[in-house]
């Protein structure tokens, strides 16, 4: 986890501060993140736009960025289906994204080795 310079970031969305004393990014602690979006902070860059925001996590020394395998779990539980938008209100006003998007990358390239196309059916039989 790397801290993050908040003097440039517009805060978005509020979350909840981290309220254990271990640190988020420990493998011990994956389960106290599983699908708690509530402690999310999402920070904007002044002068960007939505696509530029980032999640982070609110530790008592500052905010902290997140590792793919850390977003892997609070956002377990979003799937893409068919109109998928990652957009949605913010409570401060304005839009959020509603996953980052590095992991929205992630979930498309790993959805895609899913994807199975429909059989082709052969319009003349040869026997």
Sequence with gaps: MKKIDTSDMTLV????????DSPPCSRAMVSKLERN???VFW???RG??????VP?????????SLSLRMMKAIWRHVRLKKGFHNRERAQ???YKLRIPNTLLTEKI???SR?????PRVCSRLVF
């Design 13 to 20: 969305h509020y979350g909840r501060e981290w309220p254990h």
């Design 37 to 39: 979006e509530r402690l």
């Design 43 to 45: 920070l904007q860059p």
């Design 48 to 53: 960007k736009t939505e696509q530029d925001q």
């Design 56 to 64: 982070a996590l609110k530790l008592p020394d500052g905010f902290y």
């Design 92 to 94: 401060l006003g304005g």
């Design 109 to 111: 390239r790993t959805q």
């Design 114 to 118: 899913f994807n199975v196309s429909e």
